[in-house]
């Protein structure tokens, strides 16, 4: 039997919504008959829910039987080794398209090195790498929610974020302190309303606190399907802040608050008039809250893995053949 290894050679503590995609992806794999492994010699992320159904190793084979599932961070040992002939098949699972853009590295660079196929999680991004880098073989994946982690517990009226995306940088204030200051600056009522930052936690506390949070601020940034902001769709948050990009698959007037990251007093503006709606038990809010659900209710785990059957099929099928040809 053919086997398909995810090369995910990252340290384990690095909290990522892609590390988690990749570890669905793999379970969902198994549970459909193949035989799949996670490249990660330092072992399984403790952040994660890890079942016993994925196997994760230290050492993987390269011969014609294998397909090796390479990530889109193409530097240090991972180029060096996609740019290494070998009898397996190599495939890219790209779920971010501006890292890979940062490289510099072009299409004939990619048929140089082998890929045949590339897996995106989105439609932003398949008609990104298909317009910049004019890749075809692009296949949607889409990501998905997993409605018995991420729901709506008893709510308190307080705003939730996850701040890494814009972090203090080269004098630049860190974007979520930014806003929380601004909006207490500006509604100094608001100070009685906490904040929450999901990070450093595992995923079942980040679903608890978001199931709890009245509010998501989404500071999404140059992502490909921005998986956090559906998660607060789901648990019932009102949403306001940035797609991101690849928000665009699913961000509309109905389902939330969109903004560009200058409008940062324009979210300031936001936030305080949901706080406050909130209290007032304005029925607007509820409105945009059961568009967000229903939004979040059309990236089910069925789509994904039935995504998955019909594109590892195609992709066992040719594994073997000439890459793309320049």
């Given at each position: 039997?053919?086997?398909?290894?995810?090369?995910?050679?990252?340290?384990?503590?690095?909290?990522?919504?892609?590390?988690?995609?990749?570890?669905?992806?793999?379970?969902?794999?198994?549970?459909?008959?193949?035989?799949?492994?996670?490249?990660?010699?330092?072992?399984?992320?403790?952040?994660?829910?890890?079942?016993?159904?994925?196997?994760?190793?230290?050492?993987?084979?390269?011969?014609?039987?294998?397909?090796?599932?390479?990530?889109?961070?193409?530097?240090?040992?991972?180029?060096?080794?996609?740019?290494?002939?070998?009898?397996?098949?190599?495939?890219?699972?790209?779920?971010?398209?501006?890292?890979?853009?940062?490289?510099?590295?072009?299409?004939?660079?990619?048929?140089?090195?082998?890929?045949?196929?590339?897996?995106?999680?989105?439609?932003?991004?398949?008609?990104?790498?298909?317009?910049?880098?004019?890749?075809?073989?692009?296949?949607?994946?889409?990501?998905?929610?997993?409605?018995?982690?991420?729901?709506?517990?008893?709510?308190?009226?307080?705003?939730?974020?996850?701040?890494?995306?814009?972090?203090?940088?080269?004098?630049?204030?860190?974007?979520?302190?930014?806003?929380?200051?601004?909006?207490?600056?500006?509604?100094?009522?608001?100070?009685?309303?906490?904040?929450?930052?999901?990070?450093?936690?595992?995923?079942?506390?980040?679903?608890?606190?978001?199931?709890?949070?009245?509010?998501?601020?989404?500071?999404?940034?140059?992502?490909?399907?921005?998986?956090?902001?559906?998660?607060?769709?789901?648990?019932?948050?009102?949403?306001?802040?940035?797609?991101?990009?690849?928000?665009?698959?699913?961000?509309?007037?109905?389902?939330?608050?969109?903004?560009?990251?200058?409008?940062?007093?324009?979210?300031?503006?936001?936030?305080?008039?949901?706080?406050?709606?909130?209290?007032?038990?304005?029925?607007?809010?509820?409105?945009?809250?059961?568009?967000?659900?229903?939004?979040?209710?059309?990236?089910t785990i069925d789509e994904t893995r039935n995504a998955l059957a019909q594109v590892y099929g195609l992709i066992m099928s040719q594994s073997g053949?000439?890459?793309?040809?320049?």
């Amino acid at each position: 039997m053919k086997k398909i290894v995810f090369l995910n050679p990252f340290v384990p503590g690095s909290v990522s919504g892609g590390v988690k995609v990749v570890y669905q992806h793999a379970s969902m794999l198994g549970a459909l008959g193949y035989d799949v492994s996670v490249y990660q010699p330092a072992g399984a992320p403790p952040w994660l829910d890890v079942g016993d159904d994925v196997r994760v190793c230290d050492q993987f084979p390269v011969d014609e039987e294998t397909v090796l599932v390479f990530p889109e961070v193409m530097r240090d040992w991972l180029l060096d080794f996609a740019r290494t002939p070998l009898g397996a098949t190599k495939i890219m699972f790209c779920q971010n398209q501006y890292y890979l853009y940062s490289y510099g590295i072009e299409r004939s660079d990619l048929v140089r090195m082998g890929f045949t196929h590339f897996i995106v999680p989105g439609q932003e991004i398949a008609r990104s790498l298909t317009t910049v880098l004019g890749l075809d073989q692009v296949h949607v994946v889409p990501i998905s929610i997993d409605s018995q982690m991420f729901y709506p517990r008893a709510k308190e009226n307080r705003i939730a974020t996850n701040p890494k995306k814009w972090p203090f940088q080269n004098g630049n204030p860190a974007l979520a302190h930014l806003i929380m200051n601004m909006l207490h600056l500006k509604y100094p009522e608001t100070r009685r309303f906490p904040w929450i930052y999901l990070e450093n936690m595992p995923q079942h506390e980040v679903a608890e606190h978001m199931g709890r949070s009245t509010i998501f601020l989404a500071l999404s940034r140059q992502e490909a399907a921005p998986l956090t902001p559906l998660e607060a769709m789901a648990s019932r948050c009102a949403l306001v802040g940035f797609h991101g990009t690849g928000g665009k698959d699913y961000a509309t007037h109905r389902n939330g608050h969109w903004f560009s990251p200058e409008q940062c007093e324009e979210i300031v503006d936001r936030l305080a008039s949901l706080l406050f709606g909130f209290e007032h038990g304005d029925p607007s809010i509820d409105m945009m809250l059961d568009e967000a659900e229903k939004t979040a209710r059309r990236y089910t785990i069925d789509e994904t893995r039935n995504a998955l059957a019909q594109v590892y099929g195609l992709i066992m099928s040719q594994s073997g053949r000439a890459s793309l040809s320049l």
